[in-house]
């Protein structure tokens, strides 16, 4: 990476200067210390280090510090300027056909780090209830979760994508006898949900049900309303909503690896015995008939009920018999997905660890706001839009990648406005079909190189400017002089190409996708501004040769960069 180059030729350069006793009173250096940045002028250069932080133990000023660390750089294949306390760097063209040669020879592992310290992660999303389909908040925990899964592999980690399946509680119980409700109607029998908002709590009473209700019958033929079991329905209503939420997530190009059970969990005993090792670590006492966890005394702001009163667990009981198995089960790295109303779960989690003998730092928490639905400019609740309640019905009003791409481009953290309109269009004001458009308008101009075409005034076939072969020996053979020709009109280009490197460490180091998003918007709009400057396909073969190269190592990082995000990447528009 550039910026990685030039902050080591400058730390080098300090290292020497301190050795030499020419940094004033500086008598040490701790690299990691300064940052590459782009000059606000760009007639500066293109990358620049502000060192006035050193005037602090140089007791020198900033410029002096400059000019002494610019002569122990190598200045080789770059210039340096210096203004006030900035050491300013314009490289050469060499350095950037070295870029696309580079990325023409990595192909799809363009981007890819080298030497990273590799972590088996496990990484859990969405984890709905299997009592209804998702909402759209589910969406974008998946579309977040399975990009960032994405991420972390191209970066270099094992990642192990998990579910887990809250299948141990009343709601299970409430799903059966809700679809008792839908079977019994499909049966002729005149009964309804309860109106009284209380009771009504008791149940799913959502349409949902009534196609599992006449699958029900179906399978069982001749059933009456007197034969229904409560426990069979409960199981059988269970294993159909399971069953939808995997279709839509395997639709929505999410794969996880494993579902994970909690009632499984607690029927292996792991709960118990999470139970006991707290109990035989003297981390539990009796208060009020129930037992209480001293979370506490690891961080939480008050201790914990984990055991009630009439000797049932809380949900914290099993969250800590989950966790301590995925540690179990040998994972480095734990992190979660969870909705921000989850917040203060997190102590009390990251407690129990640390109290079980778990670093609780290998677990991190990602907090998710919400999605809020926009038609038209207004801000939609969900609820009184009857059609848009649901990621089904979201995905099929504005297709898969749009979706995708939407819940992907703002920080998790962040309550993202899903403007439904804007999201179906086909315009430059629609981020994803900007990208995709961008990445459609390469693979244009590379068949236009190549293909024969007919003559818009005779009708007679016409040969491209290049042969099939020419293109394929222009990947395979690339001779980076050739990029010398348009690399003066393209810089601005390749320095944003050759900046995916930096974006993939840093967003797979602060777990962020939406800064994936922002710069495949930032590559496009570099494309489109050269495209509409300059013609790849003209006369002057040596200078289109250079230009159709530029153009694959576009494609190339685009589409690296959306299979991250898991949008198609259309060669036609």
């Not at 399946?165 to 008792?180: M, R, T």
């Not at 899903?418 to 004001?429: G, H, N, P, Q, V």
């Amino acid at each position: 990476m550039l910026k990685d180059f030039f902050l080591n030729e400058v730390e080098e350069a300090i290292l020497k200067a301190i050795q030499d006793n020419k940094l004033g009173q500086a008598s040490e250096y701790q690299k990691g210390t300064l940052i590459v940045e782009k000059p606000k002028n760009p007639n500066f250069g293109d990358f620049a280090v502000n060192v006035s932080s050193l005037a602090r133990t140089a007791k020198i000023a900033p410029p002096v510090i400059a000019n002494v660390i610019a002569e122990y750089l190598a200045k080789e294949n770059y210039e340096v300027s210096i203004v006030g306390g900035f050491i300013n760097f314009k490289i050469e063209n060499i350095l950037l056909a070295n870029a696309i040669e580079e990325i023409l020879k990595k192909k799809e592992n363009y981007g890819r780090p080298e030497n990273i310290e590799k972590e088996k992660i496990l990484l859990e999303y969405v984890s709905a209830n299997p009592t209804g389909p998702f909402h759209i908040g589910h969406g974008r925990w998946a579309a977040m979760g399975s990009a960032l899964a994405n991420l972390l592999k191209f970066y270099g980690h094992d990642v192990y994508q998990e579910f887990y399946i809250n299948d141990a509680g009343s709601q299970i119980q409430k799903l059966g006898n809700s679809l008792k409700i839908r079977v019994m109607q499909q049966l002729g029998e005149n009964i309804d949900f309860p109106e009284d908002e209380t009771e009504r709590k008791n149940y799913y009473p959502g349409d949902y049900l009534i196609p599992a209700a006449k699958k029900y019958i179906e399978q069982n033929p001749g059933i009456t309303a007197d034969k229904l079991d409560s426990q069979i329905l409960s199981d059988f209503a269970k294993k159909e909503m399971e069953e939808c939420q995997k279709k839509l997530l395997e639709e929505f190009r999410v794969h996880f690896d494993n579902f994970y059970s909690e009632l499984e969990l607690h029927k292996s005993g792991k709960v118990e015995e999470s139970y006991k090792a707290l109990m035989e670590k003297g981390m539990l006492y009796e208060q009020d008939g129930a037992m209480w966890f001293k979370s506490s005394a690891f961080g939480d702001d008050q201790d914990r009920v984990i055991k009630k009163a009439d000797g049932s667990n809380t949900y914290l009981t099993a969250d800590i018999a989950y966790h301590a198995d995925k540690f179990n089960r040998g994972f480095d790295r734990l992190i979660n997905i969870w909705g921000a109303d989850h917040h203060g779960y997190v102590a009390r989690v990251k407690a129990s660890l640390e109290a079980l003998g778990y670093n609780p730092d290998k677990l991190e928490i990602l907090l998710g706001q919400l999605v809020n639905l926009v038609v038209n400019g207004e801000e939609v609740r969900m609820g009184k839009r009857k059609n848009m309640v649901t990621l089904d019905d979201l995905i099929e009003e504005v297709g898969i990648d749009a979706t995708r791409y939407w819940m992907e481009m703002r920080n998790i953290d962040m309550t993202l406005d899903f403007d439904i309109e804007l999201a179906k269009r086909s315009t430059d004001e629609n981020p994803v079909f900007y990208v995709q458009y961008a990445y459609a308008r390469v693979c244009s101009i590379l068949r236009n190189a190549v293909n024969e075409r007919l003559n818009a005034e005779t009708g007679e076939k016409s040969t491209a400017p290049m042969s099939r072969e020419e293109l394929d020996n222009l990947i395979e053979n690339f001779d980076k002089n050739i990029i010398l020709k348009t690399a003066d009109s393209a810089k601005a280009l390749i320095l944003k190409l050759e900046e995916f490197k930096s974006v993939i460490v840093l967003s797979a180091q602060n777990r962020t996708v939406y800064t994936i998003c922002r710069y495949v918007q930032e590559l496009a709009a570099e494309f489109h501004s050269f495209y509409n400057s300059n013609r790849v396909i003209c006369d002057d073969k040596e200078l289109m040769q250079s230009r159709l190269a530029l153009m694959l190592a576009i494609k190339t990082t685009l589409k690296n960069a959306l299979d991250i995000l898991a949008v198609s990447v259309p060669e036609k528009m």
